[in-house]
């Protein structure tokens, strides 16, 4: 059995990733589990992977470093549930130091791993050009140190999202990357592409040393200070009953939502949606740098339209930038507001926020 952890910045292609290696393992008669985490209780992750059928399970209410416990449980029961060839980890896009938490304590203390294991960190090729750069990130600096540092861990640095920049801007990324972190392996990655998401799992499926990692020099109050930047929001809704008249006003609840974050508080973090009803499901995403611009409204539209009618759920998860209090009266406000027009009901079945908290590793292996 062979772990692939994976992490990198929030909304960087890991899900995506992960979803499109899992379906070429597949493919080629591999057994794949996969392990979610995020500081939610609902994760859209996880329904986004059982969805497409992958037995998913999850560690939530915080991150694997925090919860280490957890994720040797997971790891435990996905094995004698399901017997996976591999086992696919992607831990909470706000998180770093996973080397000298997760990592080296997963070698250490569950010595049944060995070198089958490795560990990804992805990272928006267009957020790292402005990082790189020296440029204004799209968030405070306490925010940009932690993403600073899930980078510097990396040993297979995925630089994702390659289609979203000019080729010659993406080389000249690379071309600094490499200097900047000589001790990664980096490669270039559109992860909406089957042929470039086959080079990574050829290349974690390597024989790789991950003892050669450095667990990271990292200033846990600064780490601190960037995490409870963020607040969580995570919301389950029913809706009664999805038809072809009200169908409308559930891509302008969604629609609306984007906007407003965006124009509020850019944004900042990762805002997802899962909605499912008898028979159908879609995942709507807006992380760091996406425009609401015309062409996602009407990918939006699209993807609601192909929605099957009837009784219809929401999750809603929001890791964002900005307090719990506004981003909370925000979604609420807007719901209020889109369905008070119109004849769909939409009741809130569970409401759960949280900031997260100083970061305590169960284990730390320097
Ligand atoms: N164009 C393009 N879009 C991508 C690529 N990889 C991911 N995306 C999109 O980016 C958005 C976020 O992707 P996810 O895979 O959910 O990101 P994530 O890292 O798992 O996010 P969190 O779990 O919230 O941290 C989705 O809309 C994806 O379709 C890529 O290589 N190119
Ligand atoms: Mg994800």
Redesign the pocket.
């Given at each position: 059995m062979k772990i692939h952890l994976v992490g990198?910045?929030?909304?960087?292609?890991?899900?995506?990733?992960?979803?499109k290696a899992a379906r070429l393992l597949v493919e080629q008669q591999t057994r794949v589990g996969i392990i979610t985490n995020?500081q939610g209780k609902h994760l859209v992750?996880t329904a986004?992977f059982r969805a497409q059928d992958f037995p998913a399970l999850e560690v939530t209410g915080g991150c694997f470093c925090c919860h280490f416990n957890d994720l040797s449980e997971q790891i435990e029961k996905i094995t004698t549930q399901y017997n996976p060839d591999v086992i696919f980890a992607?831990s909470?896009?706000s998180c770093a130091d996973i080397v000298a938490t997760v990592v080296k304590p997963l070698q250490e203390l569950r010595g049944d791993l060995g070198e089958a294991a490795s560990y990804s960190v992805?990272v928006d090729v267009r957020l790292l050009e402005r990082f790189l750069l020296d440029q204004e990130m799209p968030f405070s600096e306490d925010v940009a140190y932690i993403f600073a540092k899930q980078i510097e861990e990396a040993g297979i640095l995925i630089i994702?999202?390659?289609?979203?920049l000019d080729a010659q801007r993406v080389q000249q990324v690379a071309e600094m990357a490499a200097v900047r972190y000589p001790q990664a392996a980096i490669l270039l990655?559109?992860?909406?592409?089957e042929q470039?998401v086959a080079l990574w799992l050829s290349l974690i499926g390597e024989k790789r040393d991950l003892l050669r990692l450095k667990s990271l020099s990292i200033d846990y109050d600064r780490y601190a200070s960037g995490e409870q930047k963020m607040a969580w929001i995570d919301k389950h809704y029913r809706l009664d009953v999805l038809n072809s008249e009200n169908r409308d006003t559930l891509a302008d609840i969604v629609i609306a939502i984007a906007q407003a974050v965006d124009h509020e508080q850019r944004i900042a973090g990762?805002l997802?949606f899962h909605i499912q009803t008898d028979g159908s499901n879609i995942?709507v995403?807006?992380?760091t740098m996406?425009e609401i611009d015309d062409v996602f409204i009407t990918q939006v539209r699209a993807q609601v339209a192909n929605l099957k009618s009837g009784a219809t759920e929401m999750w809603i998860?929001a890791?964002l930038v900005g307090t719990v209090e506004r981003l909370e009266s925000l979604i609420a406000g807007i719901v209020k507001e889109k369905t008070d027009q119109t004849d769909l009901t939409v009741t809130e079945m569970e409401s759960f926020t949280r900031t997260p908290g100083y970061p305590k590793p169960t284990h730390r292996i320097e």
């Open positions: 990198g910045f929030l909304g960087s292609g890991k899900s995506t990733a992960i979803l995020d992750d986004f992607e909470v896009g992805f994702n999202k390659i289609d979203l990655q559109n992860s909406l592409d470039d990762h997802k995942k995403s807006v992380p996406q998860n890791l």
